[in-house]
């Protein structure tokens, strides 16, 4: 922050005198411009404290001068007597005090360049005490970091150093921690946060962004070196410093680094954990329990049901939290107490977004093979217009033909109905052979539900027998083409 005038009038060694505009004393200084020009205001940004003699001003120019060097938003105008004018003219003395500009004084010993460099020397004292306080702070962020509460921690650590809020929100936007007055309103973030997704799939890697709202400033950031983990952000009442900014990018690293550290954890963690299920498959189930426990995970007592998650494998992980998960193939499986296997497949279909899951029946540890069949069963159900969630019990509740795979069992009745359906103009042959089976191979009665006479349909089902090949008093027979029809 720059030196304000109030500073630089009180450096003893300069004489400073304030005539006018003592209201104003704290405005910044942010540089120092000498100029005897009538019109020094095209050499100007604003925020300068103008010095002159008043070499070229006249009483008839005073006012209009003072209203250019207002106008441009200088912070004050220094006059130095003893050359030019023996004492500051009344004019513009007069002018200066109704404008409400500061107008110093200079002394004739005082020369110009050296407040020039009081002022430099107090920019560069501000720039110096702003990075030590920028230092000082990730020195308090880095310190946060390394508590047992990791990210957590650093958000507290960032809301208190800018003295606004902080919160760590994850991928899909869900708060995961919230520090500082004002964090519970961050609904205006979400669509910020669409923005950045929107940059990712353009190609480009998701940046930070700055928004304002009435009486809010708010910086937002990704979390994450490889892939975007989650997000923070922070606000503050008002326009942030190029400090904060630091401090703001400094705890974006330090998220980033616990993110990637975390993921490193937990894939070690998968990795055991795919191999503690290989045991349990092996039917090793101690050695399973005992891989399980030594990792910090106990193993379920009683009934397991396994649920088999489709989708981001990754998401499903997440989702998945503290439950014994591993990811398998194209699914994540997921073995939770039967107990709560309804509760643990609702929270993991709500958390992982529209992924598929399948969700198995009660088994023993000694069945967990069975399990994660029946899982994977209903995950294939799930995934077609079933889904999003099936459960075992209920698809095998809908009969065998629910347990099929819909392509397979489609191609299988198209290649075994085809001699039929192929024989001739008589599609009538697969109406009569439905009708037989129906009726469990009684003459009389599928006759009657054709309406034709039953010698009739013995040709129809000798015809049928040549041309399938196939022997229509062998049960096993009966089952197939029932099946197929069915299909």
Known sequence: MAPTLRTVVHRAPLGLSVLTGRDALDRPVRWVAVSELEDPTPFLEGGE???????????????????????????????????????????????????????????????????????????????????????????????????????????????????????????????????????????????????LRGRAREGGSPASLAFSTPGEHVVVQPVGA??????????????????????????????????????????????????????????????????????????????????????????????????????????VLVLVPAAGAEEAAAALAARAGACPLGVGAPVGPEELRTGIEQADRALASARGPAGPVVRFADLAGRGLLALLDAGAAAAFSSALLAPLREYGSRADLVESLRAYLACNGHWDAAAQRLGVHRHTLRYRMRRVAELLGRDLDDPAVRAELWVALSV
């Open 49 to 195: 404290l103008v010095l002159t003699t008043g070499m070229r001003l006249d009483a008839a120019g005073a006012g209009p001068y003072v209203g250019r060097l207002v106008a441009r938003g200088v912070s004050g105008l220094g006059f130095g007597v003893g050359l030019g004018h023996g004492e500051i003219p009344a004019e513009l003395l007069a002018a200066a005090d109704r404008a409400g500009l500061p107008l110093l004084e200079v002394p004739r010993e005082t020369p110009f360049v050296a407040i020039g460099k009081a002022v430099s020397d107090l920019l560069a004292a501000e720039q110096y005490e702003e990075i030590t306080r920028a230092f000082a702070a990730q020195g308090r962020l880095t310190r946060a970091a390394l508590r047992p509460e990791g990210a957590r921690a650093v958000v507290d650590r960032l809301a208190r150093e800018l003295g606004g809020w902080a919160v760590l929100l994850d991928e899909a936007g869900a708060v995961r921690h919230a520090a500082g007055r004002g964090a519970a309103a961050v609904g205006g973030i979400l669509p910020e946060l669409g923005r």
């Open 226 to 331: 490889r892939r975007t983990g989650g997000f923070f952000a922070v606000g503050l009442g008002k326009p942030f410093t190029p400090v904060e900014h630091t401090v703001v990018n400094a705890a974006g690293s330090l998220l980033t680094l616990a993110l990637e550290h975390g993921r490193e954890h937990l894939a070690a963690e998968r990795r055991v954990r795919a191999a503690a299920l290989r045991l349990l498959l092996a039917g090793q189930v101690e050695a399973g329990r005992e891989t399980l426990e030594r990792l910090g995970d106990r193993f379920p007592d009683g009934p397991l049901v396994v649920l088999a998650a489709g989708g981001d494998r990754e998401a499903a992980l997440e989702a998945a939290g503290e439950e014994i998960a591993v990811a398998d193939g194209d699914r």
